[in-house]
């Protein structure tokens, strides 16, 4: 028969011991809580002071649920002495174990024989209990893994290990097993459960540094910031110790901050794994970098971007990502105060590394004001004011000679949008800008005489070729601008379109060409001007009005008329109207050509035809072509194209490629990127990826890798090679891929990673 008490003075376990006290003495579970505890079981009876229950026991208080085959209660320690299938409920965690005391009032647990979980791992002991101060828990003998297989496929074994639930966990004399082979011993281990693995081993052997092991051992400073202890060892480059600390606090997290530094004595600085030639390079070599942003108010905020190295190849050599994505890494501190349509901002930027280019602004203040009514009325202004200190610094190496000045620019413009009939867009725009340099110049060629130190020791004077400024003091620069973009949009649906193998639920075709004529002159020719916002190389067209057109040191007289048509073809899907195929054609028509300095891509009076196609007919596969052809005139062709296909689960492949011919500022290229994914069954997988040049045969990257399926987590082994080859010199680089990704917790990885590509980078971008 089962019983179930409510009030412990009533019925129940407790119950039973609290009938023991003597008449009259005030009710003692009152001064404990005001909780009430749920016992139910099978059968329920009392033993001296203790209350005890079998039989299927069932124990509520609170958000703790017990259950066990066999339970005692003593009401002067508060203890629940539970024995038999164990299982203890709280606050959304499991425990399991053959016996347990709980204590109610402290919430104390100590157990034996135990399982439970505490994410992402799910593990067993033979001891469990409470930290003091009920922050955590202390396992002994413990078995932790993310696999709910009975006989997990990787597993971590400690003699000791400190839980603190949804923060990290604290292991003692722990190994890594791989099924029940042990691979890794730590004495010591501390482990993120809200981060990716705070331990890392990254072994290898490499044509550059020889034979490595990189480690990475990470621990917590506060509740907002960790550190990270990097201690490197390569056989030919020597020993290196680094520190990283990150820290992310504010309610939206939007104060964040990176501090990273490296230091090492390289024992072969001068080893060069490129087919170019380099500089001689210390053998001390550092960096330290600063990356923070902090709001101080709601519209208040300050960064920090500091990179200072010790020499421009340290990137290249060891953090081989930051390199291939920022050679030139900034140097800037910057307060901002953001308005609801204004934004205002004081910036430092500084060249720390004089061995590279760079542009400094000691300092700026720049004023920033979006399109808005002019009160309130139809018209609408924008504009932008900014005044600095500038310095061109060049690189040590360069022949070019270092300008600075200080620059005045004010741009003001008027917009009057209207619509005509309910469908053709206008909007007529006049502006006005004024620049005053407090010094201006032209750069000629100057031959002079150097003296250079021979491999010898000797010295011998030579002729060298640089660049001298011829100073022309101040200058100011008016600019006029005007222009006009008109547009609008037509439609019509196909109802009757339905094809369910390309995704079609009914077509809307949507149609919309517009124009864009822009007037620009300028009061000084460019060439006279001292550039530091300048045109930057690109093959694509620049901006053809203000303020998008940013380069302000290279505006030039211009009257350019812009011609395009957009296409959309929509269609329903999951009851949404999604963009089945987007395509957006225009070309320039240039009345008055400007001319920036060799910087142009295209020299004619009619532009390429520029085409930018997306397509997406399912959703297993969508395309991208960009490309830009010489139809009306002399030019360039450009065709950049990728298709992406899921085809199902066993099969993903995508393929990619970039052609272009007749570009006066990059050379002519031709390369092909492919890449795929094929599931041979259920256990192995097979994935590629190739690059190759057909310009010059080359065969530059190779990646071929082999996956196994391992239950809870993925292995991978593979091989990649990279072609370094130019002006016939070839270099090669090749590598061994070993990596382990858990398939349901990606974010959690194994303490162990061997990837060459990878080595080094530890970015993260914000």
């Known amino acids: 028969m089962k019983y179930t008490a409510l009030a412990l003075a009533t019925f129940g376990l407790v119950g039973a011991a609290f009938a023991q006290q003597p008449a009259g003495e005030d009710d003692l579970f009152g001064k404990f809580s005001d909780i009430p505890i749920d016992i139910a079981a099978e059968r329920m009876g009392a033993s001296g002071q203790l209350s005890t229950a079998s039989g299927n026991v069932q124990i509520t208080y609170g958000a703790t649920t017990i259950y066990c085959d066999e339970a005692q209660y003593d009401p002067n320690s508060r203890d629940v002495i539970a024995t038999g299938n164990v299982r203890i409920y709280r606050e959304g965690q499991l425990v399991t174990a053959e016996r347990a005391v709980y204590n109610l009032e402290s919430k104390d647990i100590i157990a034996a024989s135990s399982r439970g979980e505490s994410l992402p791992f799910k593990f067993s002991s033979t001891s469990f209990q409470n930290i003091p101060g009920g922050t955590g828990y202390l396992v002994k003998e413990g078995v932790f893994t993310t696999s709910d297989s009975a006989n997990p496929d990787w597993s971590v074994r400690a003699r000791r290990a400190r839980i603190y639930p949804k923060d990290h966990v604290v292991f003692q004399d722990m190994k890594l097993y791989i099924g029940n082979t042990p691979v890794f011993w730590f004495p010591y281990l501390y482990q993120s459960l809200n981060k ?40 030919t480059r020597g020993a290196a110790l680094g520190f990283e600390t990150e820290w992310e606090d504010g309610e939206k997290k939007q104060n964040w901050g990176r501090f990273r530094s490296y230091v090492l004595d390289d024992s072969n600085p001068d080893e060069n794994n490129t087919a170019l030639a380099r500089e001689s390079v210390e053998s001390s070599r550092y960096r330290v970098s600063l990356q923070a942003r902090q709001y101080f108010t709601d519209d208040i905020y300050a960064t920090v971007d500091i990179n200072k190295l010790s020499d421009e190849r340290l990137l290249q050599d060891f953090y081989e990502g930051e390199f291939r994505e920022n050679p030139n890494p900034d140097n800037a501190l910057s307060l901002t105060k953001l308005g609801d349509d204004y934004e205002l901002t004081f910036l430092v930027r500084s060249q720390l590394n004089e061995f590279l280019d760079g542009t400094e602004r000691l300092p700026e203040l720049a004023l920033d004001i979006t399109r808005q009514p002019l009160f309130g009325s139809k018209i609408f202004y924008q504009g932008e004011t900014s005044v600095g200190r500038y310095n061109r610094n060049f690189a040590d190496s360069s022949i070019a000679q270092d300008y600075d000045a200080t620059r005045f620019d004010t741009f003001h413009q008027l917009l009057l949008p209207h619509t005509f009939g309910g469908w053709l867009s206008v909007v007529p725009r006049i502006g006005v800008r004024g620049t005053w340099y407090s010094e201006s110049g032209v750069i000629t060629p100057f031959e002079d005489n150097v003296t250079v130190t021979l491999a010898d020791g000797t010295t011998q004077t030579v002729k060298r070729v640089t660049e001298r400024l011829v100073k022309e003091g101040s200058v100011f620069r008016p600019v006029a601008n005007a222009g006009l973009e008109m547009s609008f949009k037509a439609s019509r649906a196909y109802e009757d379109v339905q094809n369910r193998t390309l995704g ?51 505006i030039q007289d211009w009257n350019i008329l812009r011609l395009g048509m957009r296409n959309r ?148 082994l593979g091989v990649l090679a990279r072609n370094n080859s130019a002006g016939g010199k070839n270099v090669n680089d090749y590598g061994v891929v070993l990596t382990f990704t858990l398939k349901d917790l990606p974010d959690v990885k194994l303490p162990i990673s061997i990837d060459p590509s990878s080595t080094g980078s530890g970015s993260k971008n914000r």
Do not use: C
């Not at 540094?209 to 917590?220: E, K, Q, R, V």
């Not at 065709?639 to 050379?667: I, P, T």
């Open 504 to 554: 079609l639920d009914g077509l809307r075709h949507v149609v919309q060409p517009y124009m864009d004529l822009s007037f620009v002159r300028a009061g000084e020719d460019s060439r006279d001007i001292l550039k530091f916002d300048r045109l930057q190389r690109s093959t694509q067209p620049p901006p053809i009005e203000f303020p998008s057109f940013n380069s302000i040191d290279s």
């Open 196 to 235: 990716a693995n705070a331990f890392t081993i990254t072994p290898g052997y490499s044509s550059t540094w020889g034979a490595y092991a990189l480690t990475n051992y990470t621990f917590p400073i506060s509740d907002t910031m960790g550190g990270t202890i990097r201690l490197d060892m390569r056989s």
């Open 569 to 716: 073809l929509q269609t329903r899907r999951d009851n949404n109207t999604i963009n089945w195929l987007e395509m957006d054609t225009f070309f320039d028509v240039r009345f008055d050509r400007p001319e920036f300095g060799g910087l142009e891509p295209d020299l004619g009076t009619f532009s390429n035809i520029v085409n930018r196609l997306r397509w997406a007919p399912l959703t297993w596969v969508n395309f991208t072509l960009d490309s830009q052809f010489p139809l009306l005139d002399e030019g360039f062709t450009e065709v950049n194209s990728r298709a992406n296909f899921f085809v199902n689960d066993k099969v993903q492949f995508n393929v990619g490629h970039r052609y272009l011919d007749g570009n006066v500022l990059f050379r002519d290229s031709s390369l092909l990127d492919v890449g795929g994914y094929f599931r041979l069954n259920d256990n192995w997988g097979f994935s590629f990826r190739e690059t190759y040049e057909f310009n010059d045969g080359v065969l530059q990257n190779q990646r071929y890798e082999l996956h196994r399926d391992l239950s809870s987590w993925v292995a991978s």
